[in-house]
Antibody, heavy 121, light 109 residues
Framework: EVQLLESGGDLVQAGGSLGVSCAAS????????MNWVRQAPGKGLEWVSG????????YYADSVKGRFTISRDNSKNRLSLHMNSLRAEDTAIYYC??????????????WGQGTLVTVSS | QSALTQPRSVSKSPGQSVTISCTGT?????????VSWYQQHPGKAPRLMIY???KRPSGVPDRFSGSKSGNTASLSISGLQAEDEADYYC?????????FGGGTKLTVL
């Protein structure tokens, strides 16, 4: 059974930094692209960042480019997102999402339950 | 990376059919056959319902179908059931990025 377990969500002040992680199990982690998708309270879904199966390709939404960094450790089946210069509008549930394929960053086949990041201004 | 355009809400009765539209541009929906649709119930994580425009993952009822014409994709649900009441989001690959629609709240009453 595919499982994605996020951790690291917290309350942080605007301008601060935070890292969130995702522990993956139940599948061959290094065979799939991975992503972070977020959802602000009461709002819709927003893709944040993606990374290919090998980690060689990374992708970012314009809203986070230059502030967020996605990475993966295939030896530990772990996906991470490091967030700098956080803003109030980054407040959201951050979902760890497994792609259906190795290299593309869509479609999003499996989702974790999410971790809440709250940025106070 | 502008959001795709979906109707904000739609209401139907059980047993009826519904089609939800998703309009983008030639840089996303119209440029790639990588449109997907997600169902989200309150307090739950989204669920993949349709991918690559019209493919259904295993476990998704065949009442759900997808299509695309030009820059507009559509999700159709036939024989609506109470459990279909949820938010539905379209999503498209956009060349090194991904864009979602704003979401459509489907009410089955």
């Amino acid at each position: 059974e595919v499982q994605l377990l996020e951790s690291g969500g917290d309350l942080v002040q605007a301008g601060g930094s935070l890292g969130v992680s995702c522990a993956a199990s139940g599948f061959n982690f290094n065979g799939y692209a991975m992503n972070w998708v977020r959802q602000a309270p009461g709002k819709g879904l927003e893709w944040v960042s993606g990374i290919s199966a090998t980690g060689g390709q990374t992708y970012y939404a314009d809203s986070v480019k230059g502030r967020f960094t996605i990475s993966r450790d295939n030896s530990k089946n772990r996906l991470s997102l490091h967030m700098n210069s956080l803003r109030a509008e980054d407040t959201a549930i951050y979902y760890c999402v497994r792609d259906k394929r190795m290299t593309t960053i869509t479609p999003f086949e499996y989702w974790g339950q999410g971790t809440l990041v709250t940025v106070s201004s | 990376q502008s959001a795709l355009t979906q109707p904000r809400s739609v209401s139907k009765s059980p047993g009826q059919s519904v089609t939800i539209s998703c309009t983008g541009t030639s840089s996303d929906v119209g440029g790639y056959d990588y449109v997907s649709w997600y169902q989200q119930h309150p307090g739950k994580a989204p669920r993949l319902m349709i991918y690559d425009v019209n493919k259904r993952p295993s476990g998704v009822p065949d009442r759900f179908s997808g299509s695309k014409s030009g820059n507009t994709a559509s999700l159709s649900i036939s024989g609506l059931q109470a459990e279909d009441e949820a938010d539905y989001y379209c999503c498209s690959y956009a060349g090194r990025s991904v864009v979602f629609g704003g979401g459509t709240k489907l009410t089955v009453l």
